[in-house]
């Protein structure tokens, strides 16, 4: 219904309207649009409780009935845990939909931090802050977040070092 919508008042839409014009466009927004809407759904989609362990559906296949559960299935199948995978995508949605635009936002922040004076100067000073930001951006912001947060990483040095550095970015960012 959203993109009938979006697709009939493309004219009107400005740049949202543009998107619709164009197939990567539709695409991506269609993948965009999934994602919100199952996160915003996610208690009307969910079959099971993400964390509700049944120990004879651990490691079983997609589309697999629960038993003593009339109507009841593992529509992706059960984990190593046996808990419902599909429940666990569906409502961890959520968290990947509060996560990534965090993400997105650091990666910006360091790219502009560091490529608005290695353009301005040029020369071998672009080289520095170039390597620099090449080295951060190609390692995947959102699962930094993810390590720094899991209980073994959490207790070494690492996550109070990476904090101080990280914190740079935004002085620098907004200094800039």
Do not use: H
Request: charged letters at 10%; hydrophobic letters at 55%; a positive charge.
């Amino acid at each position: 219904v959203i993109s009938t919508l979006s697709f009939a008042s493309r004219r009107q839409l400005g740049l949202y309207g543009r998107l619709m014009g164009n197939t990567i466009g539709k695409i991506g927004l269609g993948i965009v649009l999934f994602w919100l809407l199952t996160a915003i759904c996610a208690d009307l989609i969910v079959t099971m409780s993400p964390l509700d362990q049944i120990s004879s559906m651990k490691n079983k296949p997609p589309g697999t009935p629960v038993p003593n559960l009339d109507g009841a299935y593992y529509l992706l199948g059960g984990d190593n845990l046996a808990r419902d995978v599909f429940s666990r995508m569906v409502v961890g949605s959520r968290t990947v939909l509060a996560i990534a635009p965090a993400a997105t936002l650091f990666a910006f922040m360091i790219a502009f931090t560091l490529g608005l004076p290695a353009g301005y100067f040029g020369g071998r000073f672009d080289t520095v802050p170039s390597f620099i930001a090449n080295l951060v951006l190609a390692f995947p912001v959102i699962l930094l977040f993810y390590l720094l947060v899991t209980p073994e990483i959490r207790a070494s040095v690492i996550p109070v070092v990476a904090a101080a550095v990280l914190f740079l970015f935004p002085v620098i960012f907004a200094s800039l």
